[in-house]
């Protein structure tokens, strides 16, 4: 755990440039707006260690799969969230000296992301190689007004000389992706073009042909005045255009230049239109300044933290941390777009590639249905039923028949792209959770007539693919499902993981459920699935309900537990408290078939599903089965902790719910895991908001009425978040008084309070 980032409940503060932790930084400190995003990369050179990551949605290119032995059913391609062309560029160089903070002695280097304004600000003095000093102080941001703009002031001051400089102004095409399957670029040239004042780069994605115009204009001032420019020369080469300016940097007197970019791709206009598109945005920047761009997008954050800002009292690390998975969910992903999802690492890096996981229906949908109008969460299922036909496919491609629908573990637009076999092919119970998330959207909006309009297609070829994919065990006389991978990655191709199977069968009665509701709602579009799926309801419902009542459940009567699957007990059963710390975290430590003998389990797995389904369970049996997986899960997926403080919590576990809290709440800033230098786990961050609102706060729906069963940390003075409820507007604060409920906004409401009836007005 790395505590090198300075507590504030507002900002993220690094003090000192540490070059071992540039990269953590780079990924912390990164910015976006749903549309664009940047890593923390520096706008000068930097010959040091680093990550360039700019990156544009819904971009990606297919990268061809690199595997050792080709089975049938491996996708051809792993999907590449694409380092996109460097729009903040602005190298330095005096007297033939590169301004390069590898190189140059660094003194006063500070580096604070301001996450109430979404502001990202560094400041610092370098010592070039032959004594000069210079004051270095920059601001950036990507605008949550503009979704295709960002703007960047870069201003210098030299300290103890006066000197020519040469600024080298541009936009850079010619990028790489670190996790390049062959070493391959994955950009071509269209267009470029440099004048006095611009450049503007128009690039192609191989295979996907995806267009995204990168554009720039600069004004270059000194003491707020328009700076005298000795010379501008034009600079082009391939896949990159710019300018480079001769100024006089004189002792004392601060030249700042005012950098604004557009970031336009194909996917929101026509091809021959970008340049022009482009144009317009930075004539519109550039005719604004910097400080009216800055105030129209400080103002949009301001209105996102009065919609889902969390409050903690005495607590600044803790504040921070949320505030910190927040704001990184809410630059991510605004919901403007049915066509874009939650990547899991957002706009921060590019591991795990792909747009779409099973996390954003496990674990975002909640953050946004509480936070958001109803059309954002909303829009995160249309997204799911546009992929319907992929996902049929996906199946077919597996030998599944008649409409089966098996949705992919990671796409780009609803194909299968995850090439590792024990997850892509085996983790099957990420197909339910598009189940699950209906369930829970409907339960919260009571938004019914998603169903009939949307949901019954889905879940019939989900349904499907379950009565497929269970088997009949004579011996058991029951069903059985083989060959998966549960929620813990650390066990692959087991047999009857009971997450798996709990969740195969639920969604079974789930679908009968739409059947009988959408039936009666709606028989004329019943009619129309009916025909369009060719649903055989009497023949398939009939295996649904046998299934159902027939599938095998793994228990440990002894123990009285769940069984995670079939032969769990048959391992040597070690808490993780008996590891040596030199062992963690196992994935970097031990080999994969030790991990996988082993007891240790990556992430909440039987205790997944008794979160999802807690209310058929009773209070000893979910404490039985805490008690005993708890001790025994590493946490080294960042999805876990969050469950586990909902559990906890649950069950009056207040310490071990609070240190998991501060686990998943600073699961970046703290780097838990050693891994933040490849991007934030932007996709679990929405689970460190539950873990406040539905851990802490104890926040239940439940037949249409909101519950709060609330407690507050010992390390706490009080607590306070915001829901959005069917219309409504509620602020809930917990102190070590009491609660407070108030109405803000909407009809009168009725909500439990700890067991007691509250009437809100």
Not at 65 to 91: C, D, M, Q, S
Not at 99 to 116: G, N, P, S, T
Not at 126 to 141: I, N, Q, T
Not at 349 to 370: H, I, N, Q, V
Request: hydrophobic share 35%; aromatic share 12%; with cysteine.
């Amino acid at each position: 755990m790395k505590e090198y980032l300075k507590h504030h409940e507002w900002e993220i503060i690094e003090e000192g440039l540490d070059p071992h932790y540039n990269k953590i930084s780079e990924s912390v400190f990164s910015i976006g707006n749903g549309r664009m995003g940047q890593r923390a990369n520096f706008e000068e050179e930097y010959t040091g260690e680093t990550l360039r990551g700019s990156y544009v949605a819904g971009v990606y290119y297919p990268d061809k799969t690199r595997v050792g032995w080709w089975k049938n059913g491996y996708p051809e391609y792993f999907a590449k969230v694409l380092n996109a062309p460097n729009w903040i560029g602005i190298h330095v160089s005096i007297d033939n000296q590169k301004l390069d903070l590898a190189k140059c002695k660094v003194e006063d280097f500070r580096r604070v992301l301001d996450m109430r304004r979404g502001l990202l600000s560094r400041s610092f003095v370098a010592a070039l190689g032959d004594g000069k000093k210079l004051r270095v102080e920059s601001k950036r941001f990507c605008s949550m007004a503009n979704g295709e703009l960002g703007a960047i002031r870069y201003a210098i001051t030299p300290i103890n000389f006066t000197a020519k400089a040469l600024l080298s102004i541009y936009v850079d095409a010619d990028v790489v992706n670190k996790d390049s399957n062959y070493d391959e670029k994955f950009w071509e040239e269209v267009y470029k073009e440099a004048s006095e004042g611009k450049a503007i780069v128009t690039a192609q994605t191989k295979k996907t042909f995806f267009h995204v115009t990168t554009g720039m204009r600069y004004v270059v001032e000194t003491d707020g005045k328009k700076a005298a420019i000795d010379r501008i020369n034009l600079e082009q080469r391939e896949k990159f255009a710019g300018n480079i300016v001769q100024v006089e940097l004189k002792e004392g007197k601060e030249t700042a230049i005012y950098k604004y970019a557009a970031v336009l791709s194909s996917e929101n206009h026509a091809k021959d239109q970008l340049v022009k598109a482009c144009n317009l945005v930075l004539d519109n920047a550039i005719s604004a300044g910097f400080n009216t761009l800055l105030e129209e997008h400080a103002k949009v954050w301001e209105h996102k933290w009065e919609e889902c800002d969390i409050t903690i009292e005495g607590d600044i690390a803790a504040q921070q941390g949320i505030r910190f998975n927040i704001f990184q969910l809410t630059q991510t992903y605004t919901g403007e777009d049915e066509r874009l999802n939650i990547g899991p690492k957002g706009f921060t890096g590019e591991k795990y590639g792909g747009s779409t996981y099973w996390d954003t229906e496990a674990y975002c949908l909640p953050f946004y249905l509480s936070t958001a109008e109803p059309k954002v969460a909303r829009n995160l299922l249309i997204y799911r039923y546009k992929h319907l036909d992929k996902a049929i496919e996906n199946a077919k491609k597996l030998g599944f028949k008649d409409g089966a629908a098996f949705y992919p573990f990671v796409t780009m637009n609803g194909e299968e792209c995850h090439n590792e076999w024990e997850i892509t092919f085996e983790e099957i119970h990420r197909t339910s959770a598009m189940a699950y998330a209906m369930r829970d959207y409907i339960e919260y909006t009571d938004d019914k007539a998603y169903l009939s309009e949307y949901g019954l297609e889905v879940l019939i070829g989900i349904a499907r693919y379950w009565s497929q994919r269970v088997n009949f065990s004579a011996e058991k006389n029951k069903f059985v499902v083989l060959g998966v991978t549960g929620p813990n990655e650390y066990e692959n191709n087991v047999n009857n993981n009971w997450y798996t199977n709990y969740l195969g069968a639920w969604t079974l009665r789930f679908t009968q459920q739409a059947v009988d509701y959408v039936k009666s709602a709606d028989m004329k579009r019943f009619n129309e699935i009916v025909s369009k799926t060719n649903f055989r309801e009497e023949e398939e419902t009939s295996r649904w309900k046998e299934i159902v009542e027939k599938m095998y459940y793994p228990m440990d009567e002894k123990r009285g537990i769940i069984l995670q699957q079939d032969g769990f007990m048959d391992k040597e059963i070690l808490r993780v408290s008996e590891l040596k710390k030199e062992d963690r975290p196992l994935n970097q430590k031990w080999s994969w078939d030790r991990i996988l003998r082993s007891c240790f389990i990556k992430q909440a797995d039987v205790l997944q599903g008794i979160y999802l389904f807690e209310d058929d369970f009773d209070i000893e049996t979910i404490r039985k089965n805490y008690d005993f997986y708890e001790p025994l899960t590493v946490h080294e997926s960042s999805l876990s902790p969050c469950v586990h403080v909902i559990l906890a919590s649950k069950l009056g576990y207040k310490s071990n719910a609070y240190d998991l809290y501060l686990r998943t709440a600073r699961l970046d800033l703290d780097d838990y895991n050693n891994d933040t230098e490849e991007g934030c786990h932007i996709t679990s961050m929405a689970g460190t908001w539950m873990s406040v609102v539905k851990g802490f706060g104890g926040m239940r729906v439940r037949n249409g009425k909101l519950y709060f069963n609330p407690f507050i940390p010992d390390q706490w003075k009080s607590y306070s978040f915001r829901i959005e409820f069917r219309g409504r507007v509620l602020k809930i604060k917990i102190s070590k008084e009491g609660v407070e409920t108030k109405l803000e906004s909407g009809a009168p409401l009725e909500i439990d309070v700890k067991g007691e009836t509250v009437q809100l007005k």
